[in-house]
């Protein structure tokens, strides 16, 4: 711990390769980088998003998990087993519908968060449920936000964030290639846009049942970066374009960051401005 900066948090975001519906196979390359973080000293560990499963629409009933099913078994005991915390994508089953979420399980094993993902492109609707923003998850480590894939396009989806000071928000996304070459400077600016840190976590591999590859591209990324003139100084760490796998940490101060962030007027300036039920949910 840093006397002027307080105790340090430090992410990861570890980008998988993902064969679709071998989840066995995804789970066990999950792992192994999952072990990477932790010994590179990780707090929080993030996947991509449906990392156990991928999303093959003809299979996605089948491939589907329940919340008390071996996909959060399988988190549930990594995060005991390395004593951190992770968010990750899952392809979750509710009765009848079925939703790309992310979940943030403790270190103790416990769930603490869930979001369904709200950001749906047209081909999606007749597989999978639309669901509905979520306010950030207080935690040990701060105050976190979550996001899946598509939202990292809109905005709107994070800018509640932005309002209730959250100290990181995390994308888990497995977005295709072809449509996503702007998915680095996307998650540089909705960190800027919210003042915050944003972890996106990528997968690499191919969703068969459209042909396409799934980008990668996996960085942590700093909206309060400033003082600077480097183009990509807020890009704190990435893996490297053209990766399958591999983890990206950093290490940032939320004490020394929320003093920063008190400073700036963009809080109180979205509120006075931009009233809309996204970001407000006040009288």
């Known amino acids: 711990m840093s006397l002027f900066r307080g105790q340090g948090l430090t992410l990861a975001a570890v980008q998988t390769q993902i064969d679709p519906g071998r989840r066995e196979e995804n789970q066990a390359r999950a792992a192994e980088l999952l072990a990477s973080a932790a010994g590179q000293g990780a707090d929080l560990a993030c996947l991509p998003a449906c990392f156990a499963t991928g999303v093959n629409f003809p299979s996605i009933r089948k491939d589907a998990t329940p919340l008390d099913g071996p996909v959060m078994d399988f988190l549930a005991g990594q995060a005991q087993r390395h004593g951190m915390h992770i968010a990750a994508g899952v392809l979750l089953s509710e009765g009848r519908d079925i939703y790309d979420a992310c979940v943030l399980v403790g270190p103790a094993g416990d769930l603490l968060g869930l979001y369904r993902r709200a950001s749906l492109w047209a081909g999606e609707r007749d597989y999978l449920a639309a669901g509905e923003p979520v306010d ?3 935690t040990p480590l701060g105050r976190i936000g979550l996001q899946v894939s598509y939202d990292l396009r809109f905005p709107e989806a994070s800018r509640r964030f932005l309002v209730q000071g959250v100290d990181v928000i995390v994308c888990v996304a497995n977005l295709f290639a072809d449509f996503s070459h702007h998915a680095r400077s996307l998650a540089r600016a ?14 690499t591999g191919e969703n068969r049942f459209v ?7 996996s960085c942590i990324v700093d909206g309060l970066t400033e003082g600077v003139t480097a183009d990509d100084a807020d890009v704190l760490a990435e893996v490297p374009a053209g990766s399958r796998e591999g983890v990206a940490t950093a290490t940032l101060y939320p004490r020394q960051r929320r003093k920063a962030g008190a400073a700036l007027p963009f809080r109180e300036d979205t509120v006075a401005t931009w009233r809309t039920s996204y ?4 009288p």
Request: charged fraction near 15%; glycine fraction near 10%.
């Open 190 to 203: 909705r960190a800027a846009d919210n003042a915050t840190a944003l972890v996106f976590s990528s997968c």
């Open 211 to 217: 042909g396409m590859p799934y980008v990668g591209r």
């Open 136 to 138: 950030a998850i207080t």
């Open 279 to 282: 970001i407000w949910e006040g």
